[in-house]
């Protein structure tokens, strides 16, 4: 079972960034999908943003213009920068990747166990 690793996360004020970064490691052929989701305590986990191999993203309306998702297929690396963070972006932030080739077969929904991102006012 190939376990996603995700870091970056930690405490910032209003207004200032952070990138988060998640590699898939082991021997990965490529991956199909890879994104971002956040889950704030007492509420449901919401994507934030996707990037196919592709290239192509889709982004939450709420982090439209403040975050970037960008990836490197040749490291199974997926990035998240976020800027002008504000206090109801504090949430646990998971990785997550689909379709993911090994030499084993394809394996989907994988995810990270997460990190978190706090931005205090």
């Known amino acids: 079972q190939v376990q996603l690793v995700e870091s970056g996360g930690g405490l910032v004020q209003a207004g200032g960034s952070l990138r988060l970064s998640c590699t898939a490691p082991g021997n990965i052929f490529s991956i199909n999908a890879m994104g971002w989701y956040r889950q704030a305590p007492g509420k449901q986990r919401e994507l934030v943003a996707v990037?196919?191999?592709?290239?192509?993203?889709n982004y939450a309306d709420s982090v439209k213009g403040r975050f970037t998702i960008s990836r490197d297929n040749a490291k199974n690396t997926v990035w998240l920068q976020m800027n002008s963070l504000k206090p109801e972006d504090t949430a646990l932030y998971y990785c997550?990747?689909?379709?993911?080739?090994?030499?084993?077969?394809?394996?989907?929904?994988?995810w990270g166990q997460g990190t978190q991102v706090t931005v205090s006012s």
């Open positions: 997550t990747a689909d379709g993911l080739v090994t030499k084993i077969g394809v394996m989907y929904n994988v």
């Open positions: 990037i196919t191999s592709g290239g192509s993203t």
